[in-house]
């Protein structure tokens, strides 16, 4: 397939976004594709056409006619990964969209795959650029740009105040500065404080006389906080520039210490910025995620270097004293914002535990897991098979009663080996967090949009008592076959208008969009969520929207 054929990837902190594997629809379950077996043996390539399974693949589609209405595409660019997740997630999105070859198409396929493939073109370069399309494929003005935008402005309007003499505090203190914009930027992402926020937000907001104005913001800036995080992370970068170019300018005030540890800082800063840049970010997650853990460990134990070292440094004697330290160390500002950072990035280590867990397959390309212990609707969970490498984020199906279980699409190294070699233990942590599905409690009448196994998360709110009126729409092809009997049971014995499904192999694929539109009037939704790819996300949200009907779903960075 071409590039702009392939299936988005992309990755998520925060949200419905389920997995940080990078994949458009982390759960949607295949049925096993049927491959001749004189490629098998033929490895993947990184030309154009890929294996001859892939070029059997695409010829089908060829002959055969289209349903669909729109491609799944990358929600910010195609990129050129290893080619057998791309098979893998190329059968899952068939099943997310409906589009699945039919035994005739597959048979056509198989023999057209005895000829030899023709070389498909590259992308053209007058395409979208890959850059371009993660920085503009939401908009120019969305919600989280306006976020990063206002935090940036503020400290940038402060730091040249601050430079002109028209903000003396500032002036003398511009270390405090950045040190207080990386407490708020891992306030922002620290998922026991968010956890309280949401139920907060739920809490308040949450009762029929406010204003759906009031709550559609109030969600709109609860999912877009990560444009918080990064402006924050870039202000912190301005400032601590500020403070070492007047440190620099009053050496003989300073000690060489002091500015070996703030320049060691900064170049850490520097770095975690650069690795949480979008498109290093989607193509490289890896690199970001421990870049970002590491340097910020990194980071944090220097910035305790430097408060410590500041407090102590005497400009009078040059020298060291410890005559009333840790008087003088606890009435300083910098100590108190140190102390909030540490406490935010240790909380969420000291609730991860190695837990038992049950591991079933029902269709060979996906995993159940299950762990013990109820929990609440709307929240998402982490697993790991090793704690300081990679973290995984699923949505949690759950009764609130003795167990909860997360659906994992098998089409990454890691969840792969969940089907092929499942653990017996995984590490966990115990704090789960809060996506947009939570503030589903937040409206009175809402319709759930899911396409695949986008229903994961969702499901909790058939299975539990629920505040909100819940209408639950579900896109997806082989219930039985692909998830597992136990889904399909708890799908069934709803009133047929709350709980549509919508079983592409027997109805065909249809347009999701007009759908939910027509099923949001039908339900008199105040707000619609959706779980998807992220082009049928948008193309569902846009839907909505353009009819007069708010909607959210999953962005590049929730």
């Keep these: 397939m071409e590039n702009h054929e392939k299936l988005g990837r992309f990755s998520s902190c925060r949200g419905v976004a389920f997995e940080i594997k990078p994949h458009a629809d982390l759960f949607a379950i295949p049925s096993a594709p049927i491959i001749n077996s004189n490629s098998r043996s033929i490895r993947s390539s990184w030309l154009p056409w890929g294996s001859f399974s892939r070029v059997a693949h695409h010829a089908s589609s060829e002959l ?63 395409s979208s650029s890959r850059l371009s399309v993660i920085l503009l494929d939401q908009g120019l003005f969305t919600v989280y740009k306006r976020l990063f935008v206002v935090c940036l402005v503020l400290n940038v309007i402060g730091v040249v105040l601050a430079a002109t003499d028209e903000f003396s505090y500032a002036r003398n203190r511009p270390a405090l500065f950045s040190i207080a914009n990386i407490f708020a930027l891992v306030l922002c992402r620290s998922e026991a404080f968010l956890r309280i926020v949401f139920w907060a937000a739920v809490k308040v907001l949450g009762r029929w006389w406010v204003p759906l104005r009031v709550k559609t913001a109030t969600t709109s800036f609860l999912q877009c906080l990560g444009g918080v995080h990064s402006g924050c992370g870039v202000s912190s970068v301005a400032w601590l520039v500020y403070a070492l170019v007047l440190t620099l300018k009053d050496r003989e005030n300073t000690s060489p210490e002091i500015v070996a540890v703030a320049s060691a800082i900064l170049g850490l800063l520097c770095f975690s910025c650069l690795a949480a840049f979008p498109l290093i970010r989607h193509l490289h997650h890896n690199v970001f995620e421990r870049t970002h853990r590491f340097a910020g460990w990194t980071a944090l134990a220097l910035v305790w270097v430097f408060v410590i070292l500041t407090i102590s440094f005497d400009p009078m004697t040059k020298s060291y004293v410890s005559d009333d330290f840790w008087s003088r160390l606890t009435k300083t500002q910098e100590f108190w914002f140190t102390v909030g950072i540490t406490v935010l990035i240790i909380t969420p280590w000291l609730t991860v535990r190695r837990v038992p867990v049950r591991i079933s397959s029902p269709s060979g390309h996906a995993s159940i897991i299950k762990f013990d212990g109820g929990v609440k609707a709307g929240i998402l969970g982490r697993i790991s098979p090793s704690p300081f490498s990679e973290w995984h984020a699923f949505g949690i199906i759950s009764d609130d009663k003795k167990e909860h279980m997360m659906l994992a699409g098998a089409v990454g190294d890691f969840t792969k080996s969940l089907v092929a070699n499942p653990p017996t233990h995984l590490w966990v942590r115990q704090v789960h967090f809060a996506g947009l599905p939570y503030l589903t409690n937040m409206y009175g009448k809402v319709l759930l949009v899911a396409t695949g196994s986008g229903i994961c998360v969702f499901l909790s709110f058939l299975l539990q008592p629920c505040k909100a009126d819940v209408c639950l729409l579900w896109v997806t092809k082989g219930v039985e076959q692909n998830f597992g009997r136990e889904i399909k049971e708890w799908m069934s014995g709803h009133p047929a208008e709350k709980v549509i499904v919508h079983d592409t192999a027997v109805l065909g694929r249809p347009n999701v969009s007009e759908m939910t539109v027509e099923t949001a009037k039908k339900f008199g939704a105040e707000v619609v969520i959706v779980t998807s790819n992220p082009q049928g996300s948008k193309d569902v949200v846009n839907a909505c929207k353009a009819s007069g009907i708010a909607a959210f779903g999953p962005i590049w960075d929730s």
């Design 64 to 126: 055969s006619l289209h349903r669909s209405v729109s491609r799944t595409s990358s929600h910010f660019c195609d990129v050129d990964e290893d080619e057998d997740d791309d098979e893998d997630a190329q059968t899952l999105a068939d099943i997310e969209e409906g589009h699945e070859l039919a035994d005739h198409e597959k048979v056509a396929a198989a023999e057209v795959s005895a000829f030899p493939p023709p070389p498909l073109p590259r992308k053209e370069a007058s």
